[in-house]
């Protein structure tokens, strides 16, 4: 999950946006989800590979664990419905939800919780959550106080309809998925093809201010390409699959992308380079493009894999005692002339960074092969393990060199962001800066912003991110060590501890350093999407979504692997 800018500024731009691009929109064209009735596109389509068999046993559920997992969502999502049902935003101190817009509701936490209750088998609550979204939700919401951002409504919404319908292929997750898709679409018609970060949905209309982040251009994709699949509708596609050949086209010699780009021109404009907020998602919808159509398109793969080289590069790096290991940032300019040139590096990690672990593990496992282990899965028969990756866990001889690189950094990765853990809450902070705390010399990092003995800085906080859970959870599956399920019973303990409110709800915890915690009053959407489904899968048995099956959106939304019947237009 990526996110978060100046939503105030958004709000002010809305306004004079919106007037400025009414004058020059064309009415914009609707599509009636009835539309899209058409048969012969069921959900629930899976890649079937020839041999599904596998040597190597199932991880089985640890019961209690998954379970005390499934009574924590049950104590977030019913306070939620008690005192907010229905609202986008919940605030579990003061007890009331609040809405993005004026308007009413887009189904922000309600839609984005739908699959996590599904996995979990929550009927009651399911139920109640499905027919709110039948009697109640609508994208007739004008936004006009504070614009609807584009990925942030792509990534929870529309992703959580989509899973939400191949889970439980009721059509009615469809049809709305198709009416928000067709009243975001308007936003990418700007003279780069990237689109506009915000968007009237009662208007269909893109707010024009010229600039867009990076990862919100290209974290829309896995959601566009399904929906292009599952409804037939071209358009879909292309409008998604335009922004990955512009952000190519414009991406610096190193392959790495600043975080910030001109939504006119197509170029980026002088930012940081960056894995943490506004960078992240770009790098991880990288590998799970190649992946999400049964790494049918190749030009993916070479996009993913120079990326990855330019990471371990410019950004990899490790502290001077203990060798622990994290990404810094690429601050631009300095030097003078070209900025693209000349970078200083600031040894800053976003807790948003360390879903990097479990991403280039999984990509060491699944595009990284070595060749002769590729060449025994094509012809089952003389593998030794004929399941449809290398072993558990894998073994080096089973990996390209590239492959155990990125193997060996994803493990390392997240050993570093388990010592970010390493504090008075077992919680870890917002952004952490790799260099010595003068406060605690045996920590290789401290706190942004946080002095010894002062106030705790804004970044402090932890507002219940799942990216360290995320990478738990693909390393667990990948590994099948136990100590990736002790480390993420220790968040979780540390989440019931610290963050759990007595009357319902779970809370942000404003200092990860400070015990007894003290609380902010939000609880986010992800926490029920993203923290919890994490893991619970972590806990659950593996057949619950196969890695080989599946991609997760960036908000952990499941989506099928699919073999595209559209012929894609970028390609190698
Ligand atoms: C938020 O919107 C929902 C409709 O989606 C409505 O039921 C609720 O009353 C609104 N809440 C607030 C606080 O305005």
Request: proline content about 6%; glycine content about 8%.
């Amino acid at each position: 999950m990526r996110r978060r800018t100046s939503l105030q500024l958004i709000g002010l731009l809305c306004v004079v946006g919106i007037a400025a691009h009414l004058y020059f929109t064309p009415a914009s064209r609707y599509r009636s989800p009835a539309d899209f009735e058409e048969p012969g596109f069921g959900s629930g389509e899976i890649v079937e590979e020839e041999e599904r068999e596998s040597t190597i046993p199932r991880l089985p559920a640890d019961k209690p664990k998954r379970d005390a997992v499934v009574a924590a969502f049950k104590h977030a999502w019913s306070a939620y419905a008690r005192d907010a049902m229905g609202a986008d935003e919940y605030h579990p101190i003061s007890h009331r939800g609040t809405n993005l817009s004026r308007s009413g509701g887009i189904g922000y936490t309600v839609v984005d919780a739908l699959d996590t209750m599904l996995l979990m088998r929550l009927d009651k609550e399911y139920t109640q959550a499905s027919e709110w979204v039948r009697n109640s939700l609508t994208f007739d919401r004008d936004g006009r106080d504070r614009c609807f951002n584009t990925f942030e409504t792509t990534i929870r919404v529309l992703g959580g309809l989509l899973s939400a319908y191949h889970l439980s292929s009721d059509k009615m997750y469809l049809n709305y998925a198709t009416d928000l898709a067709d009243r975001l679409l308007p936003s990418f018609n700007t003279p780069s093809g990237l689109p506009h970060s915000s968007t009237n949905l009662q208007l269909r209309v893109g707010i024009p201010d010229g600039s867009v982040s990076t990862a919100e251009a290209t974290t829309l994709q896995l959601e566009f390409r399904y929906l292009a699949e599952q409804t037939g509708n071209k358009e879909y596609w292309y409008k998604v699959e335009k922004v990955m050949q512009v952000v190519d086209k414009a991406k610096l010699p190193n392959n790495l992308v600043p975080i910030s780009m001109n939504s006119n021109d197509g170029s980026f404009t002088p930012s940081e380079i960056r894995l943490g907020s506004r960078g992240d998602s770009y790098y991880e919808y990288l590998l799970k493009q190649y992946l999400q159509t049964a790494r049918t398109e190749p030009v993916y793969l070479r996009m993913y894999q120079d990326a990855m080289a330019g990471i371990h590069k410019e950004l990899i790096r490790q502290t001077p005692k203990r060798k622990v290991w994290y990404t810094a940032e690429l601050i631009p300019g300095g030097g003078g002339g070209d900025w693209r040139t000349s970078w200083s590096l600031q040894h800053k990690q976003d807790h948003l960074v360390c879903f990097l672990g479990g991403s280039l593990m999984l990509g060491a496992t699944t595009v990284h092969l070595a060749e002769h282990h590729r060449q025994a899965k094509r012809a089952p028969a003389l593998s030794r393990s004929p399941h449809s990756g290398p072993s558990r866990p894998p073994h080096m001889s089973e990996l390209s060199e590239i492959g155990k690189r990125d193997w060996n950094a994803g493990v390392k990765l997240l050993d570093g962001c388990m010592e970010t853990h390493k504090t008075a809450t077992g919680m870890s902070p917002e952004i952490a800066m790799f260099l010595p705390d003068p406060g605690q010399p045996e920590r290789e990092w401290h706190i942004k912003g946080s002095k010894p003995g002062g106030p705790a800085s804004y970044d402090a906080r932890y507002m219940l991110r799942p990216e360290t859970t995320e990478s738990l959870f693909l390393a667990w599956r990948l590994t099948g060590d136990p100590k990736y399920r002790d480390h993420a019973w220790g968040i979780f303990q540390a989440i019931e501890q610290h963050a759990k409110l007595p009357g319902g709800g779970y809370a942000t915890v404003l200092d990860v350093d400070t015990v007894p915690a003290r609380l902010d009053d939000k609880q986010e959407t992800f926490f029920l999407s993203e923290t919890l489904k994490y893991l619970y899968l972590t806990f659950a048995d593996e057949s619950v979504l196969p890695l080989e099956d599946y991609v997760f959106n960036t908000e952990a939304h499941p989506l099928p692997v699919f073999k595209p019947t559209i012929k894609p237009r970028f390609t190698l």
